[in-house]
């Protein structure tokens, strides 16, 4: 079962989190570049806030965006603004799921995400959380992969497993922590099982195309299977 109400409220400790981070910057940092290919840290934030206002989107049942192109508008035309405007932004936007999310509702009913994915509704509140958590990590602002709560880096690695294993192209593989916890993904492509171990920050940065992507992890001789971008 998803405890999506224990979820809000680790969605807010991230929220906070988030905004605590981003608030110790300056305008100039803004607009630096983000660890994430051509974006800047504006660009980082911005789409955080879309991200908050397309989940209400989906929990009012409504299209996540209007369109892809929108969405990349949107978050363009965000990026250069100041850091005063870029947290008041985070805040109201933060707010405004939180409403939402505050509307009696069937939480197990079925929503669509982008691109036609779905889901339960009682998910939602983990999706933003994961929003918070990595993007804080590509803010580059001293958050790091082995600073991600316990309890999200165990569920984020079990929620990629999942992701992937329908996935064209990917070798059936184990993924396997240094604590013993085990996760299986891929198996869409011909070839020998691979079983990829290794700290479970490390794997989450693997598996999310995060941090050195693998680097080092243990693969028994065999090579690390590439992933396509999230």
Do not use: C
């Not at 974006?39 to 892809?68: E, S």
């Amino acid at each position: 079962m998803i405890d999506y109400v224990r979820d809000l409220a680790s969605v807010h400790e991230a929220t906070e989190r988030f905004l605590s981070a981003a608030g110790a910057l300056d305008d100039a940092a803004v607009t630096a570049p983000s660890r994430l290919p051509g974006w800047t840290r504006g660009h980082v934030m911005a789409h955080v806030a879309r991200n908050a206002d397309a989940l209400v989107n989906v929990l009012a049942g409504r299209p996540m965006y209007a369109t892809a192109e929108a969405r990349d508008e949107d978050i363009e035309k965000g990026a250069g603004r100041s850091l005063a405007e870029h947290l008041a932004d985070l805040r109201d936007s933060a707010e405004r799921l939180r409403a939402q999310a505050a509307v009696p509702a069937d939480w197990d009913r079925t929503i669509t995400m982008r691109n036609g994915v779905t889901d339960k509704a009682a998910r939602v509140p983990f999706r933003r959380w994961i929003e918070l958590e990595l993007h804080l990590v590509d803010l580059g602002v001293g958050y790091e992969l082995r600073d991600l709560p316990e309890e999200f880096t165990g569920r984020e690695i079990g929620f990629l497993a999942e992701r992937w294993s329908t996935r064209p192209g990917i070798p059936a593989v184990t993924v396997v922590a240094d604590d013993g916890r085990r996760w299986h993904t891929g198996g869409t492509a011909e070839g020998a099982p691979v079983t990829v171990s290794g700290p479970p920050a490390d794997l989450l940065g693997w598996l999310a195309g995060r941090g050195d992507k693998g680097a080092a992890l243990g693969t028994a001789g065999a090579p690390l299977p590439a992933l396509p971008p999230l």
